[in-house]
T-cell receptor, first 116, second 121 residues
Framework: EAGVAQSPRYKIIEKRQSVAFWCNPI?????LYWYQQILGQGPKLLIQ????????DSQLPKDRFSAERLKGVDSTLKIQPAKLEDSAVYLC??????????????FGPGTRLTVT | DQQVKQNSPSLSVQEGRISILNCDYT??????FLWYKKYPAEGPTFLIS?????DKNEDGRFTVFLNKSAKHLSLHIVPSQPGDSAVYFC????????????????????FGQGTILTVHP
């Protein structure tokens, strides 16, 4: 079974620029998550999709961050414009739908973003 | 508001000995707890979990203990191996609360800051 794929792996941009991250979840996984992990901290959930619908985006800074999951498979996360404090690793995860299985999340390798 | 805390940033253990990683939480409504392991340049991988109706769950060399009254859980690794060297995150969830309410919070996890475990040969 192929794992969660993310690209790019690394990205360096200047503040006020835009950036987009891509995620391809494990085949058949209905739930997809985007996390932000700042150095020295644990992952923080930004947004959760169930198929192509958003079920939780309470911690997503909506003035600059946006995400979509077209056709319930791949997803993109965009930051526009970026700030210095957005420097972090952005992790994508997926899980099967329903019950305790939803908690066993499979993570991609992440995209390390540096904003200068 | 850090609802899940791992107060030890790092732990160093000799190969073959026991590693004990600790985690505290403040939200008494959390009812499902997980441990994830993370190697450098990789995403976290699920290790072991425990429901609030239990106080212990064992899987091979890994055992998780839950003390609800103290809002504390720990991960024991026995015996520790050099390949166990990684960052360990505990995570908590409102599983029963969300499912009983027909909620959409399935899988929403709150993570601790992580503990770096180093196992020396």
């Amino acid at each position: 079974e192929a794992g969660v794929a993310q690209s790019p792996r690394y990205k360096i941009i200047e503040k006020r620029q835009s950036v987009a991250f891509w995620c391809n979840p494990i085949s058949g996984h209905a739930t997809l998550y985007w996390y932000q992990q700042i150095l020295g901290q644990g992952p923080k959930l930004l947004i959760q999709f169930q198929n192509n619908g958003v079920v939780d985006d309470s911690q997503l800074p909506k003035d600059r961050f946006s995400a979509e999951r077209l056709k319930g498979v791949d997803s993109t996360l965009k930051i526009q414009p970026a700030k210095l404090e957005d420097s972090a690793v952005y992790l994508c995860a997926s899980s099967r739908r329903g019950g305790l299985l939803a908690h066993e999340q499979y993570f991609g390798p992440g995209t390390r973003l540096t904003v200068t | 508001d850090q609802q899940v805390k791992q107060n030890s940033p790092s732990l160093s253990v000799q190969e073959g000995r026991i590693s004990i990683l600790n985690c505290d939480y403040t939200n008494s409504m959390f009812d499902y707890f997980l441990w994830y392991k993370k190697y450098p340049a990789e995403g976290p991988t699920f290790l072991i979990s425990i429901s609030s109706i239990k106080d212990k769950n064992e899987d091979g060399r890994f055992t998780v203990f839950l003390n609800k009254s103290a809002k504390h859980l720990s991960l024991h690794i026995v015996p520790s191996q050099p390949g166990d060297s990684a960052v360990y995150f505990c995570a908590a969830s409102l599983y029963l609360l969300s499912s009983n309410a027909g909620g959409t919070s399935y899988g929403k996890l709150t993570f601790g800051q992580g503990t770096i475990l180093t196992v020396h040969p």
